[in-house]
């Protein structure tokens, strides 16, 4: 591993302006992403700016009813809150879903909202990869790909976004809260990752040493009740093959508000808009839910050896969407 400096500021200002003075640098925070990839050479920061004890560590009430999460809370402290356990628990089940308990333990809310593709050619520095080295080449459209993306992907770069804490949020309508040099700024999450284009060593639309800060949930909705589903190859410790998370509230048998979000087919959390507006107003069964989900899946493109994701989130969206609609069973509030 390549030698680094490792500084630990006490407040934002500045960690913000160590990182904003040296183009090398990276943010650390629990370090299970970042430090895994320095071991394999695939990063190589010469300054790590440790932001795991900045004052980001407090889940709190917002004036307006809603959750504002600081960055540095731990992925298990968050999974744990009673709060969000009975108000966001899609976002416990998401964190309870991903890694292990002692990896939970250490994982920050910022460090897995910016965690790195799995794909096995990012990680292999043997290898060429746009994502890595941007014009070396995509080897995985060709090769080993049955985990990779079948939405918003490009000839340049295949890869999906591993985060189920992303997913989560995304069908929450979460908040980014950020700051940098500049100031500070906020972004919904489903605006924080990038799909590939041309530019697929562009994970995200920050710049260099902007530094989430918090992550905000608005209050839940009335009435609505939300899930979060899996797919997997081992039932622990295995990243998504495919994930929904979904948020429905029914009224009068009619789908009154909605939300869904895929994981693990695209480069972001992949919000369903278009199956969400198929669906509003429309009656709560599964032949609706089926052909709302049909209407979003359209729009993928599977390569080779992972056209299986295709039937593989459909089910999961339409048994999740089914569940919650049920009136006695199924999803949690
Ligand atoms: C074996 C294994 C299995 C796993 N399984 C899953 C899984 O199933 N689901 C899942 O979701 N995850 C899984 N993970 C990934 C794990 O959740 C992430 O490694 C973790 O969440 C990253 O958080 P961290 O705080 O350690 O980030 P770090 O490794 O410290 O950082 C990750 C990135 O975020 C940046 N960063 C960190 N904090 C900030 C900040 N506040 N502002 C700006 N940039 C910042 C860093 O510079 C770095 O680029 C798994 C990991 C392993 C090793
Ligand atoms: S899919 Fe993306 S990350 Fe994987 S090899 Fe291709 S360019 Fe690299």
Redesign the pocket.
């Known amino acids: 591993m390549k030698e680094f400096r490792y500084e630990r500021p006490t407040d934002a200002d500045s960690a913000v302006a160590l990182l904003t003075d040296a183009p090398g640098a990276?943010?650390?925070?629990?370090?299970?992403?970042?430090?895994?990839?320095m071991k394999l050479g695939v990063?190589a920061?010469d300054l790590?700016?440790d932001?795991?004890r900045?004052p980001?560590e407090e889940v709190e009430e917002t004036d307006g009813g809603g959750l504002r999460v600081g960055?540095?809370v731990?992925?298990s402290t968050l999974a744990a809150r009673r709060m969000v356990r009975e108000r966001y628990p899609i976002v416990s089940e998401?964190?309870l879903?991903?890694?292990?308990a002692q990896?939970?333990n250490?994982?920050?809310?910022?460090?897995?909202?910016?965690?790195?593709t799995?794909c096995l050619y990012f990680q292999d520095v043997g290898k060429p990869c746009n994502k890595r080295r941007p014009g070396s080449g995509c080897p995985a459209r060709e090769g080993v790909h049955r985990d990779l993306a079948i939405l918003g992907a490009s000839e340049h770069c295949v890869a999906t976004h591993?985060?189920?804490?992303?997913v989560a949020l995304a069908a929450l309508d979460a908040m980014v809260h950020?700051v940098s040099a500049a100031g500070p700024r906020s972004l919904p999450l489903t605006e924080l990752h990038r799909l590939p284009g041309d530019e697929p060593h562009r994970d995200t639309v920050?710049r260099h040493g902007?530094?989430?800060?918090a992550v905000e949930l608005p209050p839940p909705v009335p009435e609505a009740r939300s899930a979060y589903r899996?797919a997997?190859d081992r039932a622990s410790?295995?990243?998504?093959l495919a994930s929904v998370a979904a948020v429905l509230q029914v009224r009068g048998g009619m789908v009154h508000h909605v939300r869904i979000a895929f994981?693990a087919l695209a480069a972001r959390p992949w919000r369903a808009r278009t199956a969400e507006e198929a669906l509003l107003g429309q009656p709560a069964t599964e032949e609706a839910f089926g052909e709302a989900v049909d209407r979003e899946l359209a729009a993928a493109r599977p390569l080779r050896d992972n056209g299986y994701k295709v039937p593989l989130a459909r089910r999961l969206a339409v048994s999740v969407l089914t569940d919650l609609a049920a009136p006695d069973a199924g999803g949690q509030r």
């Open positions: 990276a943010y650390l925070g629990g370090g299970t992403n970042l430090v895994d990839l990063a920061p790590l700016v932001v795991s900045l980001f960055a540095a731990r992925n998401a964190l879903s991903g890694a292990s990896l939970r250490a994982a920050t809310v910022g460090g897995n909202l910016l965690q790195r799995r591993p985060s189920d804490l992303a950020l920050l902007e530094l989430i800060t899996k997997r410790y295995a990243f998504a994981g």
